[in-house]
């Protein structure tokens, strides 16, 4: 069965950086694009953006250009995302999700990774 | 960016009732609409893609229907489980931006 299986939760101070990681299982990884998607606390959906795990190719949110980086090792079919210059209001859950290629839908969620930032 | 505007942003309801929320492109997006349900603590789940196509094992009381900027989500018959907050995500234009919730509540 299709799975995304997200690392635990990370503590950060501020200014820090943090990698949150996304294990594909289930399914042909490179056939599937990756967003990642954010939720403060008590707040709506963020869409941060997407890497295309087949070229490695991106898109970012413009609020995310030139601080977040995301990557993939299809050897071990995972994708990362990495947010740089952290502050308190990165605090939030960060989720996976793949999307078909454009299938215009999220089809299969990881469960999260809570990223707290504070000094 | 496109923006999506949810409303209601919460609404009370009660069981067997049957529910719309409305969601409104800032312009014209297509079909290209996606409806999630969220509970407390857990990721969204898809319900409803290219604005009016259910997923497979979504019950049919949930239905999606528009195109262009308007849009809506129905649930016909509110059952005890659909108590959640909805989004409505479009896929027309990067950034692919989530409208603001909406929250459904028992009365």
């Known amino acids: 069965q299709v799975q995304l299986v997200q690392a635990g939760g990370e503590m950060k101070k501020p200014g820090a950086s943090v990698k949150v990681s996304c294990k594909a299982s289930?399914?042909?990884?490179?056939?599937?694009?990756v967003h990642w998607v954010r939720q403060a606390p008590g707040q709506g959906l963020e869409w941060m953006g997407l890497?295309?795990?087949?070229?490695?190719?991106?898109d970012y949110a413009p609020k995310f250009q030139g601080r977040v980086t995301m990557t993939r090792d299809t050897s071990i079919n995972t994708a990362y995302m990495e947010v740089n210059r952290l502050t308190s209001d990165d605090t939030a859950v960060y989720y996976c999700?793949?999307?078909?290629?454009?299938?215009?839908?999220?089809?299969?969620w990881g469960q999260g990774t809570l990223v707290t930032v504070s000094s | 960016a496109i923006q999506l505007t949810q409303s209601p942003s919460s609404l009370s309801a009660s069981v067997e009732d049957r529910v719309t929320i409305t969601c409104r492109a800032s312009?014209?997006?297509?079909?290209?609409l996606a409806w999630y349900q969220q509970k407390p603590g857990k990721p969204p789940k898809l319900l409803i893609s290219?604005?009016?196509t259910l997923e497979s094992g979504v019950p049919s009381r949930f239905s999606g229907s528009g195109s262009g900027t308007d849009f809506t989500l129905t649930i016909s018959d509110l059952q005890p489980e659909d108590f959640a907050t909805y989004y409505c995500?479009?896929?027309?234009?990067?950034?692919?931006?989530f409208g603001g919730g909406t929250k459904v509540e028992i009365k």
């Open positions: 999700a793949r999307e078909g290629n454009w299938d215009r839908k999220l089809d299969y």
């Open positions: 289930g399914y042909t990884f490179i056939n599937y694009f």
């Open positions: 890497i295309n795990p087949r070229t490695g190719g991106t």
């Open positions: 312009q014209g997006i297509s079909s290209a």
């Open positions: 290219d604005a009016s």
């Open positions: 995500q479009q896929f027309n234009t990067s950034p692919f931006t």
